[in-house]
């Protein structure tokens, strides 16, 4: 499975796709609304899940995602949140300068 980390991002998506390669129930009755940050980038929230998420070997959590209906170079978008909760930290060179 591709992953990207965004600091940025509010929420954590997943393709819907990767969903049912994984075999996740996708709820559909909730589709919250996503505000793309990049002008001709349209995200549409297929519904959600509730996913069991490690990486590398870490701790593992259970995290909401949302479902995108959108092909995408990336199966999984970590938001900050999750990120946090899966005690992934990222940092710059010039944050482990200081």
Do not use: C, F
């Amino acid at each position: 499975m591709k992953a990207v980390a965004d600091l940025g991002a509010e929420v954590s998506v997943i393709t819907l796709e990767a969903a049912q390669r994984l075999n996740q129930k996708v709820n559909t009755n909730q589709r919250p609304w996503l505000k793309p940050m990049w002008l001709g980038t349209e995200y549409r929230a297929y519904g959600h899940v509730k996913a069991l998420v490690d990486i590398a070997d870490g701790p593992q959590r259970w995290l909401d995602l949302v479902v995108v209906d959108d092909m995408q170079k990336w199966d999984l978008l970590l938001g900050n949140a999750d990120l946090e909760h899966l005690d992934v930290r990222l940092e710059t060179p010039a944050m482990r300068r200081r």
